[in-house]
């Protein structure tokens, strides 16, 4: 759980220093490298000297999903601690080092993942670096910085309990993994985080963050040859090897039911949702078009299309893939009035099962495949977003080329493909739904399923 408390000078900073600079920089291919240290910790490098930035982007194997029963949060609490004291620096020294020298640390936790992120001033690299490695391997855990953050958490989580799209999507999670980690909530409960111990957060930290669940990312003014020894300096003190865990693999139990969550509010909150793919499953980038062509393409997709544009139902409706570690999921959310609720959910599963049983068209097919190919150089417009993309790549063990063939990938989606997977990947049957709100009618009573 990412607590943002970095100081508004350092934001400032390097803000000020890329709107300055990214309008020089020219537009080029982006080249990756493959840097390993003398000690052999691998890192994955962008070089860009155009802007006087590095990115850094960390990722550990395992996190929320590993926390001990009773106390889930741990990961996420790790995560708002460990730049709140190092080594000899207290929360306030570290904080105002930070500040001071414009760096930007922070951390984060998924059910999978642990995540760190770096940006910092090239002048200001080796600081940079020795700051975070401290974090890693030297986090203080002091007792007032435990105190004030698990305070943060806890009236977090009291927000959290009262907004109608955490509800629906907690009580819609909860009800697909029963007795499954991923059916517990990533950020904890108040009760839970209130029996988070120091020993167990120095547990984490000493268990979880080590050098064989570790990938890295750098982008930005760094050769190879400057950063191999920062990798050893940074991550050398790791521990080598995790404490051994297993998180099991799980399929969601989706079937085909609506829960009513009951609120006074004006209108109703809605998450859907069933078994998807994984990652790593052949069908991957058909699936993607697949989505992309059903609701993932915003104002192009047929959702957006039949639920607002033709009948004004929905203030916002969506889907998307969420491949998880162990299980793959296909997910949607809606927005919409009360009064119009039964009838948005009729419109969802019919628009599931039309594209079931039709597939995309063909000119859906090839609109999709010019926006996903063509907007995708976008997003590598940014340090800290390449980075991000380049562990991302690695956890996926995508290649290092993967840039470069991704948009043959998705151009190889055939109208045959699109159609074979819109019916291994859709069951309308299956299609689960959570509402919070008061729909006059949602097929289930207040507070039941069906």
């Known amino acids: 759980m990412n607590i943002p408390r970095r100081g508004p000078f350092a934001r400032a900073v390097l803000a000020a220093v890329a709107l300055a600079l990214v309008a020089v920089a020219p537009a ?257 980038y058909g699936a993607y078009v697949v989505n992309y062509v059903l609701g993932g393409g915003g104002f192009s997709s047929r959702f957006y299309a039949e639920l607002r544009e033709k009948r004004g139902l929905a203030y916002s409706v969506y889907s998307y893939l969420d491949p998880l570690d162990h299980a793959g999921l296909i997910l949607g959310g809606i927005g919409t009035r009360n009064d119009r609720a039964l009838e948005s959910l009729e419109l969802i599963r019919a628009e599931w099962r039309r594209m079931r049983e039709d597939g995309p068209t063909a000119q859906e097919l090839a609109d999709a495949k010019a926006f996903l190919t063509g907007s995708f150089p976008l997003r590598l417009d940014r340090t800290d977003r390449i980075a991000g993309i380049l562990v991302s790549i690695q956890l996926d063990d995508l290649g290092i080329d993967y840039l470069d063939r991704r948009a043959a990938l998705i151009e190889a989606v055939s109208l045959e493909d699109v159609r074979r997977i819109a019916k291994r990947l859709l069951d309308p049957d299956a299609l689960t739904f959570v509402v919070v709100g008061r729909p006059d009618a949602a097929g289930a009573p207040p507070g039941g399923g069906s």
């Open 28 to 284: 080029r291919a982006v080249t990756i490298d493959r840097v390993v240290s003398p000690g052999g910790i691998e890192a994955w490098l962008v070089e860009d000297r155009t802007i006087p930035i590095i990115a850094v982007e960390i990722a550990f194997r395992g996190a929320a999903a590993l926390d001990p029963a009773g106390k889930e949060g741990l990961a996420g609490m790790v995560s708002g601690l460990l730049d709140e004291g190092a080594g000899e620096l207290d929360s306030q020294a570290f904080q105002e080092r930070l500040n001071d020298l414009a760096i930007s640390l922070g951390f984060d936790a998924g059910l999978d993942i642990f995540i760190g992120s770096l940006k910092t001033l090239s002048e200001n690299r080796d600081q940079a670096f020795e700051l975070l490695r401290l974090a890693l391997t030297a986090p203080r855990f002091d007792p007032d910085a435990v105190e004030r953050i698990r305070s943060q958490i806890s009236a977090y989580l009291e927000r959290q309990a009262e907004d109608p799209g955490h509800i629906a999507a907690r009580t819609w999670w909860e009800a697909a993994f029963p007795g499954h980690p991923y059916g517990r909530p990533v950020n904890g409960t108040t009760n839970s985080v209130a029996a988070i111990t120091t020993e167990d957060l120095h547990a984490f930290a000493a268990r979880r963050l080590a050098r064989d669940r570790l990938v890295i990312a750098v982008v930005g003014d760094i050769s190879a040859d400057e950063l191999a020894p920062l990798l050893d300096a940074t991550f050398g003190g790791l521990p080598e090897v995790a404490a051994p865990a297993e998180v099991a693999e799980a399929a969601p139990e989706t079937t085909g039911a609506v829960t009513v969550v009951p609120r006074d509010i004006p209108q109703s909150v809605v998450v859907f949702g069933q078994a998807g793919l994984k990652r790593d499953d052949p069908d991957w």
